[in-house]
């Protein structure tokens, strides 16, 4: 169990951070600005840059909020 845990942790972190840096890459110096523009809350949004769970559904809607696929968006930092 503690393994799974770590990788869950593990991965949640790699989320955040691709999260955080398509942001940056999309010209939003703001997760606050990003949020508020895509309709998403601001405080979950910035949970979810710190790695913090999220479910399948927000992911999908952030990663429409960046205009990119999934494929486009899981094709760096989760080899």
């Given at each position: 169990?503690?393994?799974?845990?770590?990788?869950?942790?593990?991965?949640?972190?790699?989320?955040?951070?691709?999260?955080?840096?398509?942001?940056?890459?999309k010209g939003y110096s703001s997760y606050?600005?990003?949020a508020y523009e895509h309709n998403i809350?601001?405080?979950?949004?910035?949970?979810?840059?710190?790695?913090?769970?999220?479910?399948?559904?927000?992911l999908a809607k952030v990663i429409n909020?960046?205009?990119?696929?999934?494929?486009?968006?899981?094709?760096?930092?989760?080899?």
């Amino acid at each position: 169990m503690e393994e799974k845990e770590f990788l869950k942790d593990e991965v949640l972190k790699k989320l955040g951070k691709r999260i955080k840096e398509i942001r940056i890459a999309k010209g939003y110096s703001s997760y606050e600005y990003f949020a508020y523009e895509h309709n998403i809350s601001r405080a979950q949004y910035g949970r979810y840059e710190k790695g913090e769970d999220l479910r399948f559904s927000t992911l999908a809607k952030v990663i429409n909020a960046f205009g990119m696929t999934m494929n486009e968006f899981f094709a760096d930092g989760f080899e």
